[in-house]
Structures are given as C-alpha cells and as structure tokens.
C-alpha cells in the first residue's frame, strides 16, 4: 500500500534552518507528482510546495526564496530545504501525493516549531 512518512522536524530558532524528508513507498514514485503542506493550529491545510516528474516546482507565496523542494528517485524520496525559518512557519508538515486514479495520500506528518 502507499505510504508516506515524514521526518526532520523540531524546534529551530527564527532564522534557522531544517530539512524535511518524506519516504515513499507503494507507487511508482519517479512518475508522481509530490507535494508538502502545512497545517498550524486552528488553520486549514495549505500548500507549501510541489514538484512534478519533470522536477517543476511550484512554491506558496510565503515561503518562495526561502524553501526549496527536491526528490531523489533513487531513493523514494521527496525532501524540503527551509532556510530563514519565522515563526509563521510553525505547523505541522505532511507530505502527499495524488496518484493517476486521482486519490491523494498523505503522510502523518512533522511538527515545525520556530521560535526563540
């Protein structure tokens, strides 16, 4: 079955940085289309980022110059580089995908702390 499990996150001060990585598993991942999303406390789930099998990247608005999307292949991976962290930032982040048959799956995701 798909399955999808995020780690890397924790507690970074304002301007500090983390990586997130997602392991995949249960599609063919090097044709998917692969995203990261967030979630604080009392907000809807909104998009940080996507990357498609082209490597195409589309970012939100908030976080574009300073988070950088990639994946790897070889590995299964999908993985989000955030640098200049604010506190805005703290949410919880999962990763998904959204298959061909049009299902999206998500991960449990990882929490995101920013603050001092």
């Known amino acids: 079955q798909v399955r999808l499990v995020e780690s890397g996150g924790g507690l970074v001060q304002p301007g500090g940085s983390l990586r997130l990585s997602c392991a995949a598993s249960?599609?063919?991942?090097?044709?998917?289309?692969l995203g990261w999303y967030r979630q604080a406390t009392g907000k809807e789930r909104e998009l940080v980022a996507t990357i498609t099998r082209g490597d195409s990247t589309n970012y939100a608005d908030s976080v574009k110059g300073r988070f950088t999307i990639s994946r790897d292949n070889s590995k299964n991976t999908v993985s989000l580089q955030m640098d200049s962290l604010k506190p805005e930032d703290t949410a919880v982040y999962y990763c998904?995908?959204?298959?061909?048959?049009?299902?999206?799956?998500w991960g449990k995701g990882t929490l995101v702390t920013v603050s001092s």
């Open positions: 998904n995908t959204k298959l061909v048959n049009g299902i999206a799956y």
């Open positions: 249960g599609f063919i991942f090097s044709i998917s289309v």
